[in-house]
């Protein structure tokens, strides 16, 4: 497995693969790996002849320097599951690397990066969008991966690769959880033991309200409210949005329609959890 801190290393590396014919698949992690980033990775194998990962800490989607400051952080761990699974190549480029003295362009899609997760962490998913375009750009790959998990960012993902007519398929991945439902993250382990035990409420509220509005013709408003009030009072500090939304505008919704989503986001001791899940009606 090649390690690279270089975008022309990169580029050299995926131009041979590319002279060869071989397909390549694209997977960009924060690091502090766990089983949901590995699953990307999983299927990027099975489908692709190449595969990278990337490891890159992105400033640009942090709007607290204490929330950038304490992302967890295992490169020699992320380093042996990558290897472990056959990774070809991880790119892990220093900061100067990817936001040179006086970078100053941004990728935004009015619609998409302005609410959810936009709202609530202002200029978050400018940065994630315009961090990816640049991954894309710099690796070039046939395919990228990205997990159902963090929902608007693989719906603004793959607006931009088709608004930028970027030659990229972008691929979702089915969010992994724990046996409780708790959604995999890096941030699971900043939580406190009695946190963890509320934690998988997040997801149970959306298995329940996804049942409950699986008829369309049940209004939203009330039970979304209810639900709310519930996980306050189940010990979160805070519910940054509990909504129901068109899955591929993000636009909110008053009933269930076919292509509805619930978006949750809550903070417990400090520390900020999302979620989502389809509505079937
Ligand atoms: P991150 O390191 O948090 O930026 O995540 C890197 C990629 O892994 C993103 O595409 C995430 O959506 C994806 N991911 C994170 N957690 C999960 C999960 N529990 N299941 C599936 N994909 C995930």
Redesign the pocket.
């Known amino acids: 497995m090649r390690c690279l801190e270089r975008v022309s290393e990169l580029r050299a590396m995926v131009a041979g693969w590319r002279q060869a014919e071989e397909s390549v698949g694209l997977?960009?992690?924060?690091?502090?790996l766990?089983d949901?980033?590995l699953?990307?990775v999983r299927q990027a194998r099975a489908e692709c002849q190449r595969v990278i990962a990337t490891i890159f800490v992105n400033p640009l989607q942090f709007n607290e320097s204490t929330d950038l400051q304490s992302y967890p952080r295992d490169q020699a761990g992320d380093l042996a599951k990558f290897e472990a699974l056959d990774v070809d190549a991880v790119f892990m480029p220093p900061l100067d690397e990817v936001y040179p003295e006086g970078f100053a362009t941004k990728i935004t899609l009015p619609g998409l990066t302005d609410c959810l997760c936009g709202i609530h962490r202002p200029g978050h998913m400018d940065g994630v969008a315009t961090v990816v375009a640049k991954l894309l750009i710099m690796a070039a790959p046939d395919r990228a991966?990205?997990?159902?998990?963090?929902y608007q960012?693989?719906l603004i993902v793959t607006r931009m690769a088709r608004d930028l007519n970027l030659p990229v398929a972008i691929v979702g991945?089915?969010?992994?959880?724990e046996p409780d439902g708790l959604?995999?993250?890096?941030r699971n382990l900043l939580l406190s033991a009695e946190n963890r035990e509320r934690a998988p409420r997040l997801n149970q509220t959306l298995r329940d309200l996804a049942e409950r509005l699986a008829d369309d013709r049940t209004p939203a408003g009330p039970l979304l409210d209810k639900a709310r009030e519930d996980l306050l009072a189940a010990g979160f500090e805070a519910i940054d949005y509990l909504d129901l939304r068109d899955a591929e505008t993000l636009r909110t919704l008053e009933h269930a329609v076919p292509k509805a989503r619930l978006f949750v986001a809550g903070w417990l001791g400090g520390v900020r959890l999302i979620d989502n899940l389809p509505i079937n009606p």
């Open positions: 997977v960009p992690t924060m690091g502090a766990h949901g980033h699953a990307l991966y990205f997990g159902e998990k963090d960012q693989l991945v089915v969010t992994v959880r959604a995999l993250s890096s």
